[in-house]
Each structure stands twice: as structure tokens, then as C-alpha cells.
């Protein structure tokens, strides 16, 4: 057996529970206990004092708050032993409770530039980040969008400014080519470079209109960073969390390991219109 849940599956350390080669106890910290505690948040279970931090929410930190829940959680299964510890039968009911997807956001991409990360990798880095918290990423469509000589002197380098409401200027003209999308999905746009050489991507669009651009030189994770600006709108905050493993620390992360993101995030998230249920 193996784990098949779309949040746990990826996890190594998880993997390992799941074949009794580890369990998650009291002193165990990071990734996979932010992703038990993510489950239990959504089973129900509060966690004030893990998700007090609101850099690094639940804290992935296996305290006696959480020993209590998973506890708590053993009791109410009716089969397992409650121990409060995460083990083999306890990492696979959680499993079994989130085999499927909740939510999915629906992404179009658009191109008018050669990227340095391919597509597919943007794509799959996306997945694995919302994964974790029950939402599908789905590619709904891709084009190269093939510019007129006028387009392409104008769309070269992207001088317009970026916020958040653009109902106007180049980046509004950009969005508006190519295939349009459903009101409800959002159009990933890849361009050359911005007029400002550091901005890897902005998340404003016009109003009715979910769009991100990404720049060619963007790392692995961006276009999973500007989908979550246009996700969370500019009523979230803070825009941009210190906290590097959070998906929207400000800098381009390098790092093979996915980002996280906070419960609140994930909350604002999944009310939006964009992030529908399955
Ligand atoms: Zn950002």
C-alpha cells in the first residue's frame, strides 16, 4: 500500500510513515507535520497555539496541541488506537479521508516568450504546491500566441508598472490577446521581461478578467506564486510573507522542495470564485 492522497503522496517522510519506516511524534517538526495538522484543521480539529504565527501556520510543529488532536482524532475513527502518535494506521485513514481533491483552479497559458523553465516543469511545481491542501490545478489551455510586428515591438519589454488594477496600459493590452478564458479561470501570460529587469511576475488584471504575467527568466515556482497573487486579490494581507518557506516570500526560490502556504492562505483561497469545488 502506499499513500494516494493528493496532499501526502508526494511527501518522502509521509512515504515513510506509511511503510512503518518512521512515525511523527512529540520533537518531530516541518513539512509533513504542517500537513497532518493542515488535515486536522480541515477535519475540524482546532490548533490556536499551532497556527498562532502567521508567517508559518500550522507551525509544522509537533507539540502537545497537536499530540491532543491526532489523539482526538484516533478516538473519534472508532478503529484506531489513540496513542497520539502518527504512525502507519493512523497516516492512512488520514489518507483515506482526503484520497480525492476538494477544490481546482482552472489555468490557461499564454506565451508570447521562450521561458527558461519549461511549462510542464511551471505546471507540475504548481500541482505539487496547491496539492497539499486539496486543490487541483488543471491545465485548461496552452498557446503561442503569434504576434504582429507592431505587438512584438510594443510587447518586447513590458514597460508598464505593475498593480492591481490594470484597466489600462500594455499589461492590459497583452492580456487582452489570444483566446480568451472562462470568467472563472485564470490566463498565465509569459513575456520577455519587464521594463524593470528584477520583476519576475505581477499579478494585477483587469476587473473580471483573472490574469498573471510571468517573465521569461522566472524560476521554478513563479507562476505558482503569481496564480496565488491573483488568488488571494489585493484584499489579502500581507501580500508577501517573510517566511522563505512560504510560497510567497518575495524572492524566486531555487529550492526543490515545495513552498507552503499559511492556513489563511489557503482559506482565502478557497473562497475565491476562481478556486472552484470538486
Ligand atoms: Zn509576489
Known amino acids: 500500500m ?6 501526502f503522496q508526494p511527501n518522502a517522510a509521509l512515504a515513510e510513515v506509511e511503510s512503518n519506516g518512521k512515525v511523527l511524534k512529540i520533537g518531530s ?17 482546532s490548533l490556536p497555539v499551532s497556527t498562532a504565527k502567521a508567517n508559518y501556520s500550522p507551525d509544522g510543529i509537533y507539540g502537545e496541541e497537536t499530540r491532543q488532536a491526532v489523539k482526538k482524532f484516533q478516538k473519534d475513527s472508532g478503529t484506531l488506537k489513540d ?16 484520497s480525492a481533491f476538494q477544490h481546482r483552479v482552472r489555468l490557461h497559458l499564454r506565451s508570447i516568450a521562450l521561458t527558461h523553465v519549461p511549462f510542464e516543469r511551471s505546471l507540475s511545481n504548481a500541482e505539487l504546491v496547491y496539492a497539499m491542501y486539496g486543490i487541483k490545478i488543471e491545465f485548461a489551455s496552452g498557446e503561442s500566441i503569434k504576434l504582429t510586428p507592431d505587438q512584438r515591438a510594443l510587447f518586447d519589454k513590458v514597460d508598464q508598472a505593475c498593480k492591481w488594477d490594470l484597466n489600462d496600459g500594455e499589461i492590459n493590452e497583452l ?30 488584471h483587469a476587473k473580471n478578467r483573472p490574469a498573471c504575467t510571468v517573465a521569461a527568466h522566472a524560476g521554478a515556482w513563479d507562476t505558482a506564486h503569481e496564480v496565488c497573487h491573483v488568488l488571494l ?3 489579502f494581507n500581507p501580500v508577501h510573507i517573510s517566511d522563505q518557506r512560504n510560497l510567497m516570500h518575495p524572492e524566486s526560490r531555487s529550492s526543490p522542495t515545495p513552498p507552503v502556504l499559511t492556513d489563511r492562505q489557503v482559506k482565502q483561497i478557497r473562497n475565491s470564485p476562481l478556486c472552484g469545488a470538486m
Open 233 to 235: 486579490t489585493s484584499s
Open 83 to 98: 496513542d497520539g502518535v502518527v504512525g502507519q494506521k493512523t497516516i492512512r485513514e488520514l489518507d483515506r479521508r482526503f
Open 29 to 45: 517538526s516541518g513539512t509533513p507535520v504542517h500537513l497532518v495538522q493542515m488535515a486536522l484543521l480541515d477535519l475540524g480539529y
Open 175 to 204: 492580456q487582452g490577446i489570444g483566446s480568451r478564458a472562462p470568467a472563472n479561470d485564470i490566463l498565465v501570460f509569459y513575456v520577455n521581461t519587464f521594463a524593470d529587469s528584477n520583476l519576475l511576475g505581477c499579478g494585477g
Open 2 to 7: 502506499a499513500l494516494t492522497s493528493p496532499r
